[in-house]
């Protein structure tokens, strides 16, 4: 059954929902995907016709320019209902702009924005028995663009494919995560791609990261490629550190993603009279501080992880513990932050974007 | 029509061949690919029995993590034929070598040894009236893996699929290009997977070059990323200079890969008696050299451009065009190794792999 709806969204609805088959207390991250996905080509220079259909596999060529070149950009956000059943996006504007920011930089087209809107929205609301309410509960969606032109020169592709996939989720880290300094391995370069939420800048992050677990750490904070004496980002959470009373957390640049809860927890910052310091944070300092007592806290700020709470760090065969506070900083952004997305409470700076 | 061959790989056979409808004479590279494809999927901890069928798309799930984190590395290859209709592959332990380096850098299974040749010699042979005789002429190879698990959380996958597919191919550039060194776009960091032929460092190349096409040139030659005071590659060749009689080549390391084409000129250099210098290259060195005329040649080397001569670079708005020698380095090269691969000349180092 093919309808025409009021957006030129071709929708294509799925004859059986298979979100009884769904445990919604035991998910793991992003393993089950809703019944239905997003789809856009750009074709002959221009996005087609976008559609909604069924999640479903897809065919594509071996030669697609994706698999060989990793022309492919993503975006993490999440939708949160109220206890009326009203789904919430929170900043999606700061996706969009972003999404495109990591398109033009792998040389991919921008995606228009009533698409990216119409599409989500539509989407949203065909899944919004997928949409838990409840602080913890979200639906993440990932929109992401490949490149499927079948030809295998080094160059950018003429076609691609824009899609939004959806998976419910919980949050992402339930315990404090330990975390290792990079020392050696880098994430990303000056005049790179690291600002983007480019498919490359992740799967380079594996191999070190599985080194750091087999070492008892979960993840890695890296550091900058040069000297790997400044703290910049975890693999999928900016970082904030607390020194005293103050949070102090490294600047964006071209190496650093510019995270929407970051820039979130630094507004909430200020608004609840935190201190907050953008500036580059060095390893020296952190341990310095973590010595004599001064590091209170380390927490990772991110879409899927909310806010991570870090329990002990090793840099050079130095491991440090920190104590968890219980009135600690980063349980009250999470709090203040989970409570905005979720419509528990005042929205002052127009986060929330109401799905109507 | 399934058989099972002696190598226990499934061969399925397609029923037409497409070749001719190909125009051997025009062939844009990567374009085209032969009737067949070699597949083998890693699976339950393990690499299953691999599969050659009719070159055909592919099923895949939107989720498959190559999409989403770039879990995806290739090589690049050429086999050749000879007047005889002999078929040889070049150095291919080589690309074996370096494809699972490239896995490992990636948090990818390796693939093994005897799937690897045996896969590639039963395909090349089934293949063989795609491989066309005489220099210039070969059948580009491309193999490559990608991760297939349909799951998004940031991890490396549990399943992938290795394949090789075929393209015939004449040189890939055919006249000298004009190069652009990098001030503020790098390639790869210092502990990063520059040295890996993952797909996402091809990406990430793809806006700065484009931005050097705007202005006239071909290709970017990328310079260290923390001074881009040192020329190390271009995006898909090693680079030479010829200073005087002597040439000169960046080491490789983490950031630069390790060409076959690079190390293969390296020991003709030295067979032929040309003093070849294995050592960081400053752009001021270059630059100098230009300025006082004893800057003979700067030529790229790489399985798919052969070796391609430079005619011009610019730096800081400075612009060296390179007068191109009749009797060059450039040429010289060019000449012993498609002779060696040809089969047209003695192979003294073992270089040549008939597939029998
Ligand atoms: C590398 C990296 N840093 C930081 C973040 C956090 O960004 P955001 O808060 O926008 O989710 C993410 C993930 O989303 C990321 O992939
Ligand atoms: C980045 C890069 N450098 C150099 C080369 C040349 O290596 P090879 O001579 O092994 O083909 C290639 C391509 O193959 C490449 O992708």
Same mark, same amino acid.
């Given at each position: 059954?093919?309808?025409?709806?009021?957006?030129?969204?071709?929708?294509?609805?799925?004859?059986?929902?298979?979100?009884?088959?769904?445990?919604?207390?035991?998910?793991?991250?992003?393993?089950?995907?809703?019944?239905?996905?997003?789809?856009?080509?750009?074709?002959?220079?221009?996005?087609?016709?976008?559609?909604?259909?069924?999640?479903?596999?897809?065919?594509?060529?071996?030669?697609?320019?994706?698999?060989?070149?990793?022309?492919?950009?993503?975006?993490?956000?999440?939708?949160?209902?109220?206890?009326?059943?009203?789904?919430?996006?929170?900043?999606?504007?700061?996706?969009?702009?972003?999404?495109?920011?990591?398109?033009?930089?792998?040389?991919?087209?921008?995606?228009?924005?009533?698409?990216?809107?119409?599409?989500?929205?539509?989407?949203?609301?065909?899944?919004?028995?997928?949409?838990?309410?409840? *602080?913890?509960?979200? =639906?993440? @969606?990932?929109?992401? #663009?490949?490149?499927?032109?079948?030809?295998?020169?080094?160059?950018? $592709? +003429?076609?691609?494919?824009?899609?939004?996939?959806?998976?419910?989720?919980?949050?992402?880290?339930?315990?404090?995560?330990?975390?290792?300094?990079?020392?050696?391995?880098?994430?990303?370069?000056?005049?790179?791609?690291?600002?983007?939420?480019?498919?490359?800048?992740?799967?380079?992050?594996?191999?070190?990261?599985?080194?750091?677990?087999?070492?008892?750490?979960?993840?890695?904070?890296?550091?900058?490629?040069?000297?790997?004496?400044?703290?910049?980002?975890?693999?999928?959470?900016?970082?904030?550190?607390?020194?005293?009373?103050?949070?102090?957390?490294?600047?964006?640049?071209?190496?650093?993603?510019?995270?929407?809860?970051?820039?979130?927890?630094?507004? *909430?910052?200020?608004? =609840?009279? @935190?201190?907050?310091? #953008?500036?580059?944070?060095?390893?020296?300092?952190?341990?310095?501080? $973590? +010595?004599?007592?001064?590091?209170?806290?380390?927490?990772?700020?991110?879409?899927?992880?909310?806010?991570?709470?870090?329990?002990?760090?090793?840099?050079?065969?130095?491991?440090?513990?920190?104590?968890?506070?219980?009135?600690?900083?980063?349980?009250?952004?999470?709090?203040?932050?989970?409570?905005?997305?979720?419509?528990?409470?005042?929205?002052?700076?127009?986060?929330?974007?109401?799905?109507?």
């Amino acid at each position: 059954m093919v309808e025409t709806n009021p957006n030129e969204i071709v929708v294509v609805k799925s004859e059986n929902s298979k979100i009884n088959t769904v445990d919604f207390d035991n998910l793991t991250f992003g393993r089950v995907f809703t019944d239905h996905m997003f789809v856009c080509d750009f074709e002959d220079g221009k996005w087609q016709t976008p559609k909604i259909m069924p999640y479903q596999p897809m065919t594509i060529e071996p030669s697609a320019r994706v698999f060989h070149y990793g022309q492919a950009v993503f975006e993490g956000m999440k939708a949160y209902k109220d206890e009326d059943g009203k789904i919430f996006l929170f900043r999606p504007e700061q996706n969009f702009h972003r999404i495109n920011k990591s398109a033009s930089r792998l040389a991919i087209p921008e995606f228009p924005e009533n698409y990216f809107f119409n599409g989500l929205e539509t989407l949203l609301k065909m899944e919004s028995d997928w949409i838990k309410p409840g *602080l913890g509960n979200s =639906l993440y @969606i990932r929109p992401f #663009v490949i490149a499927t032109e079948p030809a295998i020169s080094a160059s950018p $592709a +003429a076609t691609y494919r824009f899609m939004i996939i959806c998976s419910p989720a919980k949050a992402y880290y339930n315990k404090p995560v330990r975390v290792l300094f990079a020392e050696k391995f880098s994430r990303s370069a000056d005049g790179g791609v690291g600002f983007a939420k480019a498919a490359g800048n992740y799967a380079a992050q594996f191999y070190p990261t599985g080194l750091a677990q087999k070492k008892g750490f979960d993840q890695i904070i890296w550091t900058d490629a040069s000297t790997h004496k400044y703290l910049e980002e975890a693999g999928t959470m900016n970082i904030f550190f607390r020194i005293g009373d103050k949070l102090i957390t490294a600047p964006t640049s071209d190496r650093i993603l510019d995270g929407v809860t970051r820039k979130s927890v630094i507004q *909430l910052a200020e608004d =609840l009279g @935190i201190d907050c310091e #953008v500036r580059p944070v060095s390893v020296k300092e952190i341990k310095e501080a $973590a +010595a004599d007592g001064s590091l209170k806290e380390i927490f990772g700020a991110g879409t899927a992880a909310v806010i991570s709470p870090v329990s002990a760090f090793e840099h050079a065969d130095d491991v440090f513990e920190i104590p968890q506070l219980e009135a600690s900083y980063a349980s009250l952004f999470k709090k203040t932050l989970t409570s905005i997305q979720h419509n528990l409470s005042d929205d002052k700076h127009g986060w929330r974007h109401e799905v109507k």
